[in-house]
């Protein structure tokens, strides 16, 4: 899971209007995406300059930093990504060759490109690049595969090397590309992941969040459709193109639950609030406590719990101080130390837990890595009782479309009983949101939802290497 963001500054002069800062201000509000690498690229329609780094967006850009890099990335056009990735060995050093966008050549003009998502069964395609001539940097890459595709096309106008080449993805994807003065968006068949469009009198915005269009003013216009490629040029869109047919609604549940802002809008223009808000009063009644206190697990769980409290009737309180270093455990790379992370990361505050009796609220569950840490984490502060609410079902199969979830054996729920977890938990209660409760609070009907990690009906065929 990326995000992705693509600016044209349409109505202006080529030259005049500068994209940087517009994509240093909106990248930072899709930084919550991903936190390992980001990159930029901006272009005047004939030179494309990038700048890529590991760490979280516009980190060590100092003021003059971001002057040099102001006098540098010159242009009217960019693009702007967030890297969490779900490839590669634990703890890895990101190679700048992963970090996005990706630029190649197109018939000797440069193109960037920015991918969300994972595509599999890849061997053909390597192949078919390779006996095109592309030279592979990347041994698991599924985004050089794209580019090397795109590259090596025998196509000479863009969107008809996309209308090639994306009926031979599988698995789940939002792409913006940047080509001469155009920024292109697609997404996968399905609308698993998320890509928006939004526009002010002057930009028009590629999002994989509408967050990302609140510092411009730009409006939010609508969701790329599934299946669709949708081509912004000098003077706003140029054109909508269906680059297949056979199509549907599967959004990804999982932006509602925990990666989108709440503030977004995405899944068919539904706010992540919405869901969160609706998620909370549906488990007060399904799964209601007998405690003192709500306390949410900051982060993910914060307006889940602030909806269930209310009505409870039960006081909400911060009684887990969140480090402001900010790591998010469940997107640090595989084989970190998750437990000490939280130790890192959250503190225990005593005068709220002390001799009471607490509910703690996750958003999700997924591994059962850092619960267990929490829960004894709040008995050392002085807490009477633990309970624990999930608001999301029980995760029992893996993601295939760029969630990092890929094997049974990591998932908790797939491996062990409700009453197993919160035994190794060490609660006092464990209740999950129930998949019905979870669908309803969406408002959507779950033809429309992706909900393959909990139910095992997946929308697009699984990997078969
Ligand atoms: Fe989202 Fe789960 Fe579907 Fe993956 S399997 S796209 S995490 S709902």
Redesign the pocket.
């Known amino acids: 899971m990326c995000g992705v963001l693509g600016i044209s500054c349409s109505n202006c002069h080529r030259g005049k209007q500068q994209v940087f800062p517009k994509l240093m201000t909106c990248g930072n509000d899709i930084s919550h995406r991903g936190e390992q690498a980001w990159g930029i690229v901006t272009s005047d329609g004939e030179n494309m300059v990038c700048h890529r780094q590991e760490g979280r967006f516009g980190e060590g850009i100092t003021e003059r930093k971001a002057e040099q890099l102001s006098r540098k990335m010159q242009g009217h056009v960019g693009l702007a990504h967030t890297l969490y990735s779900t490839i590669g060995k634990s703890g890895q050093k990101k190679q700048p060759r992963s970090i996005q966008p990706a630029v190649a050549e197109f018939h000797g003009k440069p193109f960037a490109l920015d991918y969300n998502g994972n595509v599999y069964d890849l061997s053909r395609l390597r192949k078919k690049a390779m006996a095109a001539g592309w030279r592979f940097k990347s041994k698991f890459s599924d985004t050089e595969v794209i580019v090397a595709l795109i590259a090596t096309s025998k196509q000479t106008d863009i969107i008809e090397v996309l209308k090639e080449v994306l009926p031979q993805l599988k698995g ?1 994807f939002a792409l913006v590309i940047l080509y001469e003065n155009k920024i292109i968006g697609a997404r996968d068949s399905c609308s ?1 992941r998320p890509l928006c469009v939004g526009y002010n009198d002057n930009d028009f915005v590629l999002s994989s969040e509408s967050c990302a269009f609140y510092p411009l003013g730009a409006k939010f216009i609508r969701e790329v459709r599934p299946g669709e490629i949708i081509v912004i040029g000098e003077k706003g869109i140029e054109k909508y193109i269906k680059w297949t047919d056979k199509t549907c609604c599967r959004f ?4 509602l639950i925990y990666f989108a802002r709440p503030d977004s809008r995405l899944c068919g223009g539904r706010t992540a609030y919405y869901y969160r808000n609706k998620a909370g009063l549906i488990m007060a009644k399904e799964s209601p406590v007998d405690a003192d206190l709500i306390i949410s697990v900051p982060g993910g769980g914060d307006l889940f719990a602030d909806a269930y409290a209310s009505e409870l009737g039960i006081p909400l309180r911060q009684g887990l101080f969140k480090n402001r270093l900010g790591i998010r455990t469940f997107m640090t790379p595989r084989g970190t130390d998750r437990k000490a992370l939280q130790r890192i990361k959250l503190h225990p505050l005593e005068e709220v837990i002390w001799g009471k009796r607490i509910c703690l609220v996750e958003d999700s569950l997924v591994r059962l890595k850092v619960l267990p840490e929490t829960v004894l984490m709040c008995y050392e502060a002085g807490a009477r009782e633990v309970h624990v609410r999930v608001f999301s079902a029980p995760i029992c ?1 893996p ?5 990092d ?1 890929a094997t049974k054996a990591e998932l908790a729920a797939a491996n062990f009983s409700t009453e197993q977890i919160r035994e190794q938990a060490g609660a006092d209660s464990l209740a999950y949101l129930s998949l019905a409760g979870m669908i309803r609070a969406t408002g959507l009907p779950s033809e429309m ?6 139910n095992g009906d ?1 929308p697009v065929e699984p990997p078969t290497e």
């Open positions: 789940a698993i990804c549940i999982f932006e199969y993601c295939y479309y760029g969630v979830m939802l992706c909900l393959a990690c909990f997946y």
